[in-house]
């Protein structure tokens, strides 16, 4: 029995894998289709193909490893390490939770640089219902060094940045920068298919999306867009049409060929994103924007 048992296993786990795989080739289909007509540079069939195939290795470790059963491996930081070194806060997107940052973590700690997470909950309300959680980040990241944090945020994370930055005048005096990691600035073409409050927030053009701009004009003609880099990709699976993930004014800064989980991971997004907070600079001098 034992070895029949455990064929029946690794078979429910191979079957899992290759739905999981199936699913994603449809998302990545439907990603090129729509993409043919933006403006984003247009990625090659190889791109294509290796977006799927680094989306199939990374995003089952997020989803069925880092989240359910490590996410409070790495607790947040207590104190700086350097007082003189802001803090980061990470914000997670659309049914993750802080366990998605472990590898971020990581490299928080070997620099000294402290940070604070959280986990954006309900975890199906609205993006309005997290701007209390953020507000509480920054107030616990800035108690760390007196310093304004910087935000870094993944996917649906960005926008409840954004609210929270157009919650009160006073937001964005607070932080640094923010930076954004496949955020669904405006919008993403996948949305249509939510009901989910949140997920139908990310829908183009929706009621929520055009609230959110107009409180962002409201409160400073330009929203702030010069304290946003936005990272983007042209094989993004989940947020597309690429340039979405983009927003007039910011440093907006193209990887191509990486998928929407990855891209969190991304060497050079982690790089430049971690050698900006350490400078403090807007960018290094090496970067240009896309």
Known sequence: MAPRSAGWAVAGVGVVFLAYALFLAIEIVAAFVVNRDDTATRATASQWVGAWWQEVRVAPRVFAWRQPFCWRHLPDSTAAVDA??????????????RGFWLPW?????????????????PIFGSIDEYVPLIDAAVV?????TGHAPTLICHSMG??????????????????DKVITIGTPHRGTWLARFSHLNNGRQMRHGCDWQQDLLAHELLLHPQRNADRFVCWYSNTDNIVF???TATLPGADNRLVPGAAHVALA?????MGESLAMVASGASSPSECTAS
């Open 84 to 97: 003189a070194q802001p803090a980061v806060i990470l914000v997670h997107g659309f049914v993750c939770n």
């Open 105 to 121: 973590m990581k490299r928080l700690r070997a620099l000294h640089v402290p940070y604070v997470s959280l986990n954006l909950e």
């Open 140 to 144: 616990r990241a800035t108690a760390l």
């Open 158 to 175: 960005g926008l409840a940045a954004r609210a929270w930055l157009a919650s009160a005048p006073d937001a964005a005096a607070r932080i």
């Open 241 to 243: 049409p690429a340039s």
């Open 265 to 269: 991971f991304h060497p050079r997004v």
